[in-house]
C-alpha cells in the first residue's frame, strides 16, 4: 500500500496570503489528522476529520480549517497568514478511531512565511 | 490522556540494544501505550504499541511494567538509521475516542560507530 502523501512538499508564501495543503491517506483509512510542528511548540494537533466530519479540533484560531472528501482525502487552509505561522505540517490517517489503530504519518508540508 | 516523561537525550552504541525509558505513572486501565519515532525532515513513523502485555514486531520490542506505570522501548541492535527522536504516547482505548496524539519533547537517541 502507498503511504500517506502529502503535497506539496515545501511551499513559500508572504503575511497576509491564504495556503491550502493537502492529503491522500492510506487507502482505506477513513480517518485524517492534521498537526503543526514548530522548533518551539513541539507537535500539536489542529483538526481530525472522520467520514466528512471534524470530530476534534486542537487549540489552533479560526484562521485554522479544513475539510475531508468523500474519497477520504482531507486539505487544511490557513487563511491571513503570519510569520508564526511557519512550520511542518504534518498529516496523519488511520482506519479508524480507537485506540488499537495506529495514525500513519506523511512527511509533511513545509511552509516557510516570509 | 495521561503525561508521559522520557529522558530528553541518550546515548548507544552501534550493534548494541537501546532501551529507551517512558514513565506514565498517571495512565489509566484502558489506555495504550504508543512509541513513535522521527527522523530528521521525516514524519513521524509508528513503531509498536500495547495495553497491558509486552508486544513484539520487526521493528522493536516494548516492555510494559505490571503496574503499567512505565514501559521501555527496546531497539535490540540499534544501527546509525535508528538515530531518531523517540515519542512515547498514551492514548484511550475507546473506539470513539478520537485520533488526537499528544506529543512530548521525546527523547533524541544518538547511535554512535
Known amino acids: 500500500k502507498a503511504g500517506v502523501t502529502q503535497t506539496p512538499r515545501y511551499l513559500i508564501k508572504t503575511r497576509g496570503q491564504q495556503v491550502t495543503l493537502s492529503c491522500s491517506p492510506i487507502s482505506g483509512h477513513r480517518s485524517v489528522s492534521w498537526y503543526q510542528q514548530t522548533p518551539g511548540q513541539g507537535l500539536q494537533f489542529l483538526f481530525e476529520?472522520?467520514?466528512?466530519?471534524?470530530?476534534n479540533k486542537g487549540n489552533f484560531p479560526g484562521r485554522f480549517s479544513g475539510r475531508q472528501f468523500s474519497n477520504s482525502r482531507s486539505e487544511m487552509n490557513v487563511s491571513t497568514l503570519e510569520l508564526g505561522d511557519s512550520a511542518l505540517y504534518l498529516c496523519?490517517?488511520?482506519?479508524?478511531?480507537?485506540?488499537?489503530?495506529?495514525?500513519?504519518f506523511g512527511d509533511g508540508t513545509r511552509l516557510s512565511i516570509l | 490522556d495521561a503525561k508521559t516523561t522520557q529522558p530528553p537525550s541518550m546515548d548507544c552504541a552501534e550493534g548494541r540494544a537501546a532501551n529507551l525509558p517512558c514513565n506514565h505513572s498517571t495512565i489509566s486501565g484502558n489506555e495504550y501505550v504508543y512509541w513513535y519515532r522521527q527522523i530528521h525532515s521525516q514524519g513521524p513513523q509508528y513503531i509498536i504499541h500495547?495495553?497491558?502485555n509486552n508486544e513484539t514486531n520487526e521493528m522493536a520490542s516494548l516492555i510494559i511494567t505490571e503496574d503499567r506505570k512505565s514501559s521501555t522501548l527496546i531497539l535490540p541492535h540499534a544501527t546509525l538509521r535508528d538515530t531518531a527522536v523517540y515519542y512515547c504516547i498514551v492514548r484511550h482505548s475507546l473506539n470513539n475516542a478520537g485520533n488526537m496524539l499528544t506529543f512530548g519533547g521525546g527523547t533524541r537517541l544518538m547511535v554512535k560507530p
Open positions: 476529520y472522520f467520514s466528512e466530519t471534524q470530530r
Open positions: 496523519a490517517s488511520s482506519e479508524g478511531s480507537g485506540g488499537n489503530q495506529p495514525q500513519h
Open positions: 500495547g495495553l497491558k
